[in-house]
């Protein structure tokens, strides 16, 4: 804009110099070409009033003082006499000869190209009837203002030196409100009219900004508010694939450290080719999924293309972590697994007996082993259901929430009582020790839990073993601990007895008559009661189990 | 102008760590193919081994127009030269990979495979390649300093089996083929370490400047 007015300004000034030059020039031509002519013709009047009859004696004598040409042409045109004293032709073609010879008195100019000069002819009939003619030549105007034209230059070149320096004042001056025009505030700096509709404008948009900007932030927060606080990983990259967002939740899955991922590409987060090949993708327009494992755990790549009139933009990918559930399917998938081929196993023995009686292959002598065979393995399948019905229910919390105040110590009593046989048959003793400890809970479960610890306790034992079980009470706990001697757990199977159908020697489970459910049943009833269970073994020693209920908590 | 350089700047890291991915595949399926060699890992392996051969050519092709182009300097110069450098090395691992598998086939059946720790190494080298392209990734300094030093480790191990291997063959004169499989496959991967730990001192390069701690 300075500059702009600053070369306005120039030109207008030199434009104006040259136009006043011009005219200047013109003007003075003109007045001294009139003044001129009117001299000429004065001269000519005086020169032939007092020529009379002289003649070219006279001429002669005026010619040395005027500067004037002087030419007497006789009536038809012949030159008599002629100051330059030049041979000249006939003159009577000449416009101011022929004007003269017809009204008495003529006048003519020519310009000469080459001298660039401009003559002036006045001619005058005498009373002879010869003419005199008298000319005068002057510069021409072109020369005239060629002739000025260094001294224009030099005014040009000054004044517009002067025009420069004035011009950038002077915008400086107008420029500089401009310049210093605090826009965050248009209204506080009306200082042009002109700028007002101008200024006035801008602050109304600098509101809507404002508005705008505010509310875009206020959807950004809550945006990142919401992915901030995603278990789930989110990441969003444009369509290079060059991370645009980011959740905390994704730079802690894939990426153990401080990342700013500003500007980088997905693949600086992570480089496994599943989860590059996923997000090619999906920002080549596809829905991809892909399991990823990092660091021992699974995780869910989701990656979706984002689509805007029909173009790719960019794509979301999500990560969400599928440890669990896989571990949940796999356990669930063995656990169905199991249960077919553990009831599986019983109705295959009862087929077989079944079919040899009924083909009559078995001597009659047989019968009664073979019936005695079916009914144990009969017995065995119910007990397998029972308790997959027991774990069922308290899987589903199905349990009637029948709570009431149970003495862990009688009740150990009487399951002693009840395991008493079965422990003789195996010549192990069992014996209860402790003091008298209620706890509230459901009664069922609680038989169930210590029944199947102390059934264990006898089942895996050697012959001449010892059982005990001990209840304590503590300020805040009531717990029972069934201690046995017998053969005792592996370190490397201690946490995996509480699984279903877990055995620690497979091979003898069916002989023992385990299920390989009780303590999946002891470790259900447990979480159902919010108590804890401690187990300590070691092989060939012995194994003591201790469930620890909380007194406040039931 | 500059922007069309971070363009092919960012071209080239990205084609690194795809070329990087696909050594850790092959590498990671070399090591599964060991412990149950199956035909089709072997294929997917030689497969992977001709990307690799074409994203080095990608890559020097790369590496080259930006030089001739561009003629980066500083960082960016160390940057380019030192991807000339890992590639090389990343397309020798991929081979390597390739070779494993091509030898599994009749390795592991044999009782001398269960008595050396040819897991733990295939697992420690696999470890190597993927932390050497990662300090890639994330310019980390200190992680691309570990692999260095772990070679020392593959290069222990190797050493270790080679022991066992020799003690093998005395013992089970007629087992000496197989063990010279096994051996091969050691050495292969101690080759595959030293070339994770060639990239990892590239990297040191591309970040300070200095090779084995010295200005080039």
Known sequence: MKKKISITMCCMTAIAVIITAIAISLIGYCKNYDEMKKSIKAEAEYVAEAMGSKNKAYLDSVKNITPSRITWIDDSGNVLYDSTGEELPNHNDRPEVVQALESGSGESSRLSETLREQTYYYALKLNDGTILRMANTTNSVYKDIFSTLPYIIVIIAVILIFTIITANNETEKIIKPINELNLDNPSSNLKYDELAPLLIRIEKQNEDIEKYISRLRAKQVEFETVTENMSEGLIIVNKKANILSCNKSALEILNDGEFNYTNKSILDLNHSKSFIETAEAAVNGKHAETELDIDSRSYMIIASPVMQLNTITGAVIIIIDITEKKSRDELRREFSANVSHELKTPLTAISGYAEIMKEGWAKPEDFRKFAEKIYNEAHRLINLIEDIIKLSRLDENEIELNRESVDILELSKNIALRLDPKAKEKNVSISVNGKSACISGVRQILDEMIYNLCDNAIKYNNDGGKVNIIVKDYTANVSVTVKDNGIGIPAEDLDRVFERFYCVDKSHSKESGGTGLGLSIVKHGAKFHNAKINIDSTPGVGTAIEIVFNKNIN | ?216
Request: hydrophobic content about 40%; charged content about 30%.
């Open chain 2, 1 to 216: 102008m500059r922007s069309k350089f971070d363009e092919q700047l960012e071209a080239l890291h990205i084609e690194l760590i795809k070329m990087g991915c696909l050594c850790e595949t092959a590498i990671a399926n070399a090591s599964k193919a060991l412990a149950n060699p199956d035909e089709s890992i072997i294929k997917t392996i030689s497969e992977i081994e001709n990307d690799i051969d074409h994203k080095e050519r990608d890559i020097e092709g790369l590496c080259m127009r930006l030089i001739l182009q561009q003629q980066p300097v500083a960082t960016d110069l160390r940057l380019v030269s030192a991807a000339m450098k890992m590639v090389s090395d990343m397309e020798r691992i991929g081979d390597q990979a390739s070779d494993i598998a091509e030898i599994t086939k009749y390795v592991n059946s044999d009782p001398a495979y269960s008595d050396i720790n040819m897991v733990d190494m295939a697992s420690a080298t696999v470890k190597m390649v993927t932390d050497s392209i990662t300090s890639f990734v994330k310019s980390d300094l200190e992680r691309a300093r570990n692999v260095i030093k772990s070679d020392d480790v593959i290069d222990r191990m190797f050493s270790d089996i080679k022991t066992k291997l020799i003690k093998y063959i005395q013992s089970n004169p007629e087992k000496s083929e197989h063990c010279l499989d096994l051996l091969m496959i050691a050495k292969y991967f101690e080759r595959i370490g030293d070339h994770a730990a060639n990239i990892a001192e590239w990297v040191e390069f591309s970040i300070t400047g200095k090779y084995k701690g010295e200005k080039l």
